[in-house]
């Protein structure tokens, strides 16, 4: 018998707070990206989203909204994602690939002005690299070089 898990994306809420905070990464994840816990949001139009499955956080991820966007787009209807993240004991499911999948959904319905979301992938993190591919983000050959090295930036027209 296959079950189907729906996920849902929504804007983060202190109710979710404590189970992101036990979110765990093994090492060579956590070295692509943050876990919700080291995430800190501190500016206007930083938006922090939580992947829910059957109303249960399982997966984290940021949207600006922010200059920072500038750094990797032109296109001032642009945001960027980081710090996308599945806890470890929910790996293997699907998870991001249908977050991925609604995430333009969500966005077009929550920052209607938005056209295009952005992000930036480590060189090394292929398994991010094809997942992303997967979902309609495109490698148009632009590249950066980050804190551990070569980082592929990839956009997803909306």
């Known amino acids: 018998m296959q079950t189907t898990t729906s996920i849902e994306l929504v804007h983060f809420s202190e109710d979710y707070a404590e189970q992101l905070n036990s979110f765990e990464l093994p090492e060579e994840q956590h070295q692509f990206t943050a876990l919700p816990k080291e995430i800190t949001i501190e500016k206007v139009g930083q938006y922090p989203i939580v992947i829910l499955s059957n109303h249960v956080p399982v997966g984290f991820f940021v949207l600006h909204a922010t200059d920072r966007v500038k750094e990797y787009s032109s296109n001032p209807q642009a945001m960027l994602l980081t710090a996308l993240s599945i806890d470890y004991q929910q790996q293997g499911k699907g ?42 983000f495109v490698d148009h050959g632009e590249r950066r070089i980050g804190p551990i090295g070569e980082q592929i930036v990839m956009n997803l027209p909306l």
Request: charged share 25%.
């Open 95 to 136: 998870y991001a690939k249908k977050a991925m999948f609604a995430l333009a959904d969500f966005v077009k319905q929550e920052f209607k002005e938005c056209n295009e979301v952005v992000l930036v992938v480590n060189h090394k993190n292929t398994a991010a690299q094809h997942l992303y591919a997967k979902v309609g």
